[in-house]
């Protein structure tokens, strides 16, 4: 069973960075696509940021010019580092990785507030 373990979510205030890492108990690059999506309270899930096996990145609008998706092959990670942030980031972050099934991690919540 494949499990994804989401970390580095935190307190921040807006102007803020902050990295998300997502460790996986398989290879990452074993996906054919990894994402980031994050759910703020009372809205609907949404795609913040994807990467393909062969490292081809999306990112949603809202985010664009501000979050970096990224993997790390030492240390079997997804990561998502995320600049300028605004409160109207603030949601639980979620791990996704793609096969022939979609497996998802736990989440981590991110909070933008002064």
């Known amino acids: 069973q494949v499990k994804l373990v989401e970390s580095g979510g935190d307190l921040v205030q807006p102007g803020g960075s902050l990295r998300l890492s997502c460790a996986a108990t398989?290879?990452?690059?074993?996906?054919?696509?990894m994402a980031w999506y994050r759910q703020a309270q009372g809205k609907q899930c949404e795609l913040v940021a994807s990467i393909t096996a062969g490292g081809s990145t999306n990112y949603a609008d809202s985010v664009n010019g501000r979050f970096s998706i990224s993997k790390d092959r030492g240390k079997n990670t997804l990561n998502l580092q995320m600049n300028s942030l605004k409160a109207e980031d603030t949601a639980v972050y979620y791990c996704?990785?793609?096969?022939?099934?979609?497996?998802w991690g736990q989440g981590t919540q991110v909070t933008v507030s002064s």
């Open positions: 398989e290879s990452i690059f074993s996906f054919t696509v």
């Open positions: 996704n990785g793609h096969r022939s099934v979609r497996y």
